[in-house]
């Protein structure tokens, strides 16, 4: 399914056309339908219940005009029987209904196909989206009508950067309206903004500010004996990992230097002063989070310049104008 994109001509000579995009608004009711009375022994004349079809204030007679009323108007809205039309005087004493001019389900006389609903929030109705480069701010803009995946490549993305694979880098996913990406370089080098918090496995690389660390979690018991047959219920214990277990914390290791911190905590904020002294692209004061629970690490940024990445080894869904580092470069992703 991945292609090389020499049928790139097709995918990036397509340039957004700034369209806005049309309203979606539609018109919601309530299906306007009433349980009949189900206590069908209650007298027709009785006061305590409103019968559907029966306005409020007439009286039922059902020897004369066989039942039927005169000049009765009904709700546009919900159905419901009035007097008079409703307007802001006089609104529908059912649902509220002034007389504007609201579109409902009733106007169309028919069902609202599936197609027409709204999508939910966040979801893009084409495959459509632009890459702004952070240093320069040049915009590639891709779209794609006919593939539901795009590979991104050093002439796509920066033609004489040698640290961006020449034959395919990350790709660009289009599923389920929304778009992913995934790296496939061979340096691995593809890293999303930790904007939120965020799961890091072991071994994980980091950006914070400018620098590369590695991130290895440590003090997870591991039996270094481990059994050749499935051990008995009994044999092994079910509760859950204490504190204890992970209480040995995590490590990061400079990927230049080789210097390795070790951080013997389940909680902690980390700063300049902690991670390089006198590098001011470490925020002084708060820059990433790190956090365990359920068995697992978690990293966010904190920083006031976003620059705490997470190296992209599985699929990932991409946030509108979310940060990737592609090889030595950042751009913004962002969609309309």
């Not at 018991?221 to 209480?247: C, H, I, W, Y």
């Not at 230049?256 to 692209?281: A, E, M, Q, W």
Request: proline share 4%.
């Amino acid at each position: 399914m991945k292609k090389n994109l020499n049928k790139a001509g097709s995918v990036f000579k397509k340039i957004f056309s700034g369209k806005k995009k049309k309203s979606n608004d539609l018109p919601y009711s309530d299906s306007g339908g009433r349980k009949q009375d189900k206590m069908s022994s209650r007298k027709k004349n009785d006061p305590g219940k409103t019968r559907m079809g029966i306005q409020a204030g007439y009286l039922y007679d059902p020897q004369t005009n066989d039942g039927k009323q005169k000049d009765i108007e009904t709700c546009p809205k919900c159905q419901y029987p009035l007097r008079i039309k409703p307007d802001s005087s006089s609104p529908c004493p059912n649902c509220g209904f002034s007389g504007s001019s609201m579109k409902t389900v009733f106007d169309s006389g028919k069902t609202i196909s599936i197609s027409s609903l709204s999508q939910e929030s966040g979801e893009l109705p084409e495959f459509k989206f632009k890459l702004i480069k952070e240093d320069d701010k040049s915009i590639i803009e891709i779209q794609s009508s006919d593939e539901p995946e795009v590979i991104l490549n050093r002439g796509h993305l920066d033609p004489d950067n040698s640290t961006i694979s020449s034959d395919q880098h990350v790709v660009m996913r289009f599923r389920n309206h929304k778009i992913f990406t995934e790296d496939v370089s061979s340096n691995g080098s593809t890293f999303i903004q930790a904007k939120n918090k965020m799961l890091i496995q072991n071994n994980a690389r980091l950006v914070i500010g400018n620098k590369i660390f590695i991130f290895n979690q440590s003090g997870i018991s591991q039996s270094a004996d481990v059994p050749n047959k499935t051990r008995k219920f009994g044999e092994f214990d079910l509760r859950v990992s204490s504190q204890a277990d992970a209480g040995s914390g995590f490590s990061l290791t400079d990927e230049v230097s080789g210097k390795k911190l070790h951080f013997d905590k389940t909680y902690i904020i980390i700063n300049r002063s902690i991670l390089d002294p006198g590098n001011n692209s470490i925020s002084a004061s708060r820059h990433t989070e790190f956090e365990y629970g359920n068995g697992q690490w978690y990293v966010k940024d904190l920083s006031s310049n976003g620059s705490t990445f997470i190296q992209l080894k599985n699929e990932h869904l991409l946030e509108n104008k979310i940060r990737i580092i592609l090889g030595n470069k950042i751009f913004r992703f962002e969609y309309e």
